[in-house]
Structures are given as structure tokens and as C-alpha cells.
């Protein structure tokens, strides 16, 4: 155990690990402004949206020989609810696009730093499409067993396949290299996570299990106040995510070596 990676991956942690973590909470602080900006601009959307409904409510009820003396109105209400009905799914459409574009460049912000890379144009660009194609399969993967699987075992293959998404999504962006081809790197991914499960798995159980003890080690100190308990759980989940990073990226850089190391 002394001269395992686990251990190994500690004494290692430095101003990058702390980097790795600061760039998270920036890329969350700004999730959370997105979030908050689109919600608001809905609602607001959806404010303007009743006042047309009130005018076509009126309609509804109107004599229908006197539903003429109302056209005019009806076109404007008819004109503004489309207009409005536009604009909400452009700021969702927008909205998705910031957040995915925030969330690339913060996360090949990281993976450059544990892969000692410089973040440049190439990088981005092949991180941004490397990213969308991964997502868009398990996209087609979820919808398939949305579709296929009956609704019985439904909801435990989602979270099966849940589970491997997050498996196999960190060994993607450990073993992720800008000079490599999009599926060359996705083929590499899924053989070396199924090859290597063994050694592969066991960090993410390491960190299961001490973020269990660390929750109920803190929940009684603070189970009465909610907002500070989601703050400092959120920091220590932050964190054990920063580590598990390095620890996936420590196992899988000896793999790859050839080298004997413990777990």
C-alpha cells in the first residue's frame, strides 16, 4: 500500500490539483448564472405569453357575430405568441449551447493540466468534437433502451447505463490526445475500460466509499442547516472528483508504460 498509485496519487497533489478544482467551481459559478438567466428570461417569456391568452380566452367566449370586430386583435395576439414561443426556444437553444461551450473549455482546461498540455486552439477544437460525438452515441444508446427495454426493467438499465457513461467518460478524457482520431480514441476507450475493469473500477469505489463516510460523518454537525450542508458536501464531491481524475490518469499512464504498480 506504500508504494501503491492510491498512495502515490496524494503525495503527488500540488497547485495543479488545486487548479483542476478551481476551474470547476468557476465552470459551476457560471451553470449556475446560465441557469439562473434563462429561468428568468422564461419566465418573463411566459409573463407576456398570459397576456395573450387572456385576449384569446376573450375570443373563445365572444358571440360568434361578433368575432370579426375582434380580428385585428386575434392576428396581433396570434403574431406575438409565435414570436414569443421563438424566442423561448432560441434561449433554450442558446442556453444549451453556452453551457456545453462553458463546459468544454473548463474541462479541457483541466485535462490539459493533468495532461501537462497546453490548451490551445487544436485542443479545444478536437476536445469540443470529441465531446459532442461521445455524447451524441450514448444519446442514441439512451434512446434505444428508451425505446426497446420494456417498462418494467426500464428505469435500471437507464441507471446501468448511467453508470458506464460516467465510467467510461473519464477514461475517454484520461486517454484523450488532440493528434488522435474522434473514433480511433472512443475504440481505444471502450477496450481499455473493458480490458483493464479490474483496475479501472476499483478508484471510482474507493471514492464512493469514502464520500459515504465523509456524509455521515459531517451530516450530524449539520443536518439543520440544508444550504451549508449542500455548499460543503458539493466542495468535498468537487474535490474527490479533482483526485479521482488523477488517480484514473496515474493507473491508465502505467498501463500504457507496461509498468507493474498496486492499485
Known amino acids: 500500500m506504500k508504494n501503491s498509485v492510491f ?3 496524494f503525495k503527488s497533489l500540488d497547485r495543479k490539483f488545486l487548479l483542476t478544482i478551481l476551474n470547476d467551481i468557476i465552470f459551476y459559478i457560471i451553470l449556475i448564472l446560465i441557469i439562473g438567466l434563462t429561468y428568468f428570461s422564461i ?3 411566459a ?6 391568452s387572456t385576449l384569446m380566452a376573450k375570443i373563445q367566449t365572444t358571440d360568434i357575430t361578433k368575432l370579426n370586430s375582434l380580428q385585428p386583435e386575434a392576428e396581433e395576439a396570434l403574431s406575438t405568441f409565435r414570436m414569443i414561443t421563438v424566442k423561448i426556444v432560441a434561449t433554450l437553444l442558446l442556453a444549451l449551447i ?3 461551450l462553458v463546459a468544454t ?3 479541457g482546461k483541466i485535462w490539459s493540466i493533468i495532461h501537462k498540455t497546453k490548451l490551445d486552439k487544436k485542443f479545444y477544437k478536437k476536445f469540443l468534437l470529441l465531446r459532442l460525438t461521445w455524447y451524441a452515441i450514448w444519446a442514441l444508446i439512451f434512446y434505444a433502451v428508451y425505446m426497446l427495454v420494456n417498462t418494467q426493467t426500464q428505469t435500471s438499465s437507464i441507471i446501468i447505463f448511467s453508470i458506464l457513461l460516467l465510467y467510461f467518460t473519464m477514461i475517454l478524457l484520461t486517454t484523450f490526445n488532440k493528434e488522435k482520431k474522434i ?3 472512443i475504440a481505444q476507450t471502450i477496450k481499455l475500460g473493458i480490458k483493464k475493469f479490474h483496475l479501472l473500477f476499483l478508484p471510482y469505489l474507493i471514492n464512493i466509499v469514502i464520500l459515504t463516510i465523509i456524509y455521515f460523518i459531517i451530516n450530524p454537525f449539520i443536518i439543520s442547516y440544508k444550504r451549508p450542508q449542500i455548499i460543503i458536501y458539493t466542495i468535498i464531491v468537487l474535490i474527490s472528483i479533482a483526485w479521482l481524475r488523477f488517480y484514473i490518469s496515474e493507473i491508465i499512464g502505467k498501463i500504457k508504460n507496461k509498468e507493474k504498480f498496486m492499485v
Open 7 to 9: 498512495s502515490k496519487t
Open 105 to 107: 473549455y473548463f474541462k
Open 43 to 45: 419566465i418573463f417569456f
Open 47 to 52: 409573463y407576456q405569453l398570459q397576456e395573450t
Open 183 to 185: 473514433f480511433k480514441t
Open 98 to 100: 453556452s453551457t456545453y
